[in-house]
């Protein structure tokens, strides 16, 4: 992305406007507006909704469950295999 915006300064040499953070969300206002009532659907919440009005989300009657401890990530790599302690010892100097 920033290659696109790089090159599209040097063709124009106009210099750089930052559009927003929500500006592809204002240009398709609805596209917008669906794709958020579906997120909010998958976390299980009901809403109800009217064109210019701003709706009051309950949480659906099943609740989510919270995990009381966090889930630890399982490495996917193989532990080292290190030996014993009290196994390495120095060589003796046979000079």
């Known amino acids: 992305m920033l290659a696109v915006i790089a090159y599209s300064i040097l063709q124009t ?7 927003g953070g929500d500006y592809f969300d204002k240009l398709n206002p609805e596209r917008t507006a ?12 009901e809403l109800e909704t009217k064109r210019g009005q701003v709706p009051a989300v ?9 995990l009381e401890e966090p889930v630890k990530k399982q ?13 390495l010892k120095p060589e ?4």
Request: charged share 30%; aromatic share 4%; glycine share 2%.
């Open 75 to 87: 490495s996917r790599r193989r532990p080292r295999e290190s030996p014993p302690l009290g196994i």
């Open 58 to 66: 309950a949480p659906a009657e099943e609740a989510i469950p919270v």
């Open 34 to 45: 669906q794709r958020l009532l579906i997120r909010i659907a998958k976390l299980r919440f």
């Open 13 to 19: 040499q106009e210099p750089y406007r930052e559009l």
């Open 92 to 95: 003796a100097s046979t000079s």
